[in-house]
């Protein structure tokens, strides 16, 4: 399905009525930046390699930036870790 660009009150339409359809559950579910779970669990499985996501990499400017930047207070500690 094309994603539909929309702004204000013809947004919160289009999302209600998606949302009406069942787009966005479980069964039809959107795929973000055009990822699909299964093809990327495929290509993990055959090359034996972990998934790291292109674009939410494992670094603190991943958190964002001010109130939650790199160097902010908020984040100090903050580890990166895998599910064992």
């Known amino acids: 399905m094309e994603p539909i660009c929309a702004m204000g009150v013809a947004a919160r339409l289009r999302s209600k009525w998606d949302r ?36 939410f990499p494992a670094q603190q400017s991943s958190l964002g930036f001010k109130e939650l930047g790199p160097s902010s207070a908020k984040t100090k500690g903050v580890r990166w870790m895998r599910p064992t």
């Open 20 to 55: 009406n359809e069942g787009l966005g559950q479980n069964n039809m579910a959107l795929k973000f930046l055009g990822q699909d779970f299964e093809t990327l669990r495929a290509r993990c499985l055959q090359s034996r390699c972990l998934f790291e996501d292109e674009t």
